[in-house]
Every structure is written in structure tokens, then in C-alpha cells.
């Protein structure tokens, strides 16, 4: 039935990219998007939001790695650690692989995309009932202002800044992620593409600018985002990305990675010059 099946996915009105469906596996609207699990026949199974790709089991490593281990290997001490956002599961299942975390805190506001990847992509919700995990479904923008709790790392693993994500990207929500972070404390947030969202960049970028001491933009390779690069915004109370970072501490965790490692943890804050030109003034390039 389902032999000719694809799902594509249309960035704006010029560029689309195509996937084969083997089969669908889940579907379903929730009161704040519409979620889908398929099983694709060259990436393994995929979760969309809303039609776009947020996780695909061939290439979510990438994403994951990169979005955790930077800010969690520069930090020197992160014990407690906040996701926002991330139904799917792998950052906390990152985060969790670190044995100085003592707690995960994880806010999703859609708890149908946390069942649905609970139930057909274990690849990445393994670690959602890990005995250090606290899952909270609720509205992570209400969060920050509620809690009384402090961070010492605060991951925004958040979609593009439409619908329920579109206030994770003002300056009143990182007020109050600046008001929940320890004195020392690093937040990264997803950070769209050079390519096709400079200007959203630059947007957020000023928003964290307002904020923080010290921003950073960093990049990895992916394979379904459109335009393949793809970034993460790094700011922080104190520390610098590259100069605080020590990478003994990489080799001594004993951890493997498929993406991240030491050498690119640096490299992936060496923008191309486009992206350079673009954010002029708003991030720190030493």
C-alpha cells in the first residue's frame, strides 16, 4: 500500500527535501502540532513535527552530541542540568551519559511526542526513565520563570521559532534562563543554519547578546536539515567555549562518541566567512 510513499519536506518555497516511507508508524495532532513517526527507507525511523524532520535514527547522534557535550565538557562541574524542549529523548540521553550529572530536568510541553518516541524510537527515549531523569511535561517558557531551582547548564533543544516554540526564542525567556543558571552557569540552544536563517540567528544572537557576557555561535553537519550545516548558540556567564575547555577531560570520561570529539569540539566554533561577515558583532571570534 504504502510502496510509493514519501515525505517531503518544503523549506519555504524553493527547496524541498525527500524521503522514501516504508511505513507509517504513527500519526497524530496534539493541541499543538501535528506528530509523525515513519520508518524510511535509507535513515532509519523519523519523527516530524508539524511535517518538518525533527530526528531521523541515522544521523540524530549529531545533533545530540554536539548540542551536549560541548557545553558539558566546558562546564567544569555541571551537576544539574535542564533540557527544554527535546521530546524525543537524546539529549537527555547525552546528558545522562556524563556520571557527575546528578539530575536531568527535561520540560516538554507535547507529551505526544514524548509517547510516540517512547513507543517507536527507543534509539533516542531510552534514557527517559533513567533513575536520574526528571520528565516534566509543561511549558518550559513557564518553567524558567516559576523555578526556584539553579542550572549549571541549560540545553534548549527547541524547533524552529514557530508555533509552541517561538517565545524559547525572546529576550524575556532567556532573562529568566540567565535568573536559573549558577553563577558559572552555559546555556546552548538550537541555532538553525547559516545558509537559509541568518537573520533568525542574528535575531537570537542579539537576544543572547542582551543577556550574557560572552556569545558564541558553533556548527556540525547533518544529513536532514535543509542545508546540512546547522548551528548551536553558546552563551555563558564565564566560561569560553575553546579557552576553558580541557580536553584531557574528553579522553578521561572513557565516553565514545560518533560525531563529537575533542579536536572538532574546537574546530566547530571556526565559522565559515559568510556566517562571520553575517553575525559581525555579535559573537566573540578570538
Known sequence: MHSNLWVEETF??????KFKVEKVLFSGKS?????????????????LNDGLIMVTERDEFAYHDMITHVPLFVHPEPK???????????????????VNVE???????????VNACREHIPQTSSALDHEKMNLVIGD???????????FDVIIVDSTDPIGPAAPLFGEEFYQDVFNCLTDDGIVV?????????????????KVLNAVFPKCYLYSFSNLTYPGGLWSFTFASKKYHPINDFDRQRVSNSKLEFDYYNAA???ASFALPSFAQKGLKGLIEND
Open 31 to 47: 493541541e499543538f502540532q501535528t506528530v509523525d513517526v515513519v520508518e524510511t527507507k535509507g535513515h532509519g525511523k523519523m519523527l
Open 12 to 17: 519555504e518555497d524553493f527547496l524541498g527535501l
Open 189 to 205: 540552544s538550537q541555532g538553525e543554519s547559516s545558509w537559509y536563517a541568518l537573520e533568525i540567528q542574528q535575531s537570537l544572537l
Open 103 to 113: 539530575k536531568c530536568t527535561m520540560v516538554e510541553i507535547d507529551a505526544m511526542v
Open 140 to 150: 518550559g517558557v513557564k518553567f524558567v520563570k516559576q523555578t526556584k531551582e539553579k
Open 80 to 98: 544539574n542540568v535542564l533540557v527544554i524542549g527535546g521530546g524525543d529523548g537524546g539529549t537527555a540521553r547525552e546528558v545522562l551519559r556524563h
Open 264 to 266: 572538532l569540539h574546537s
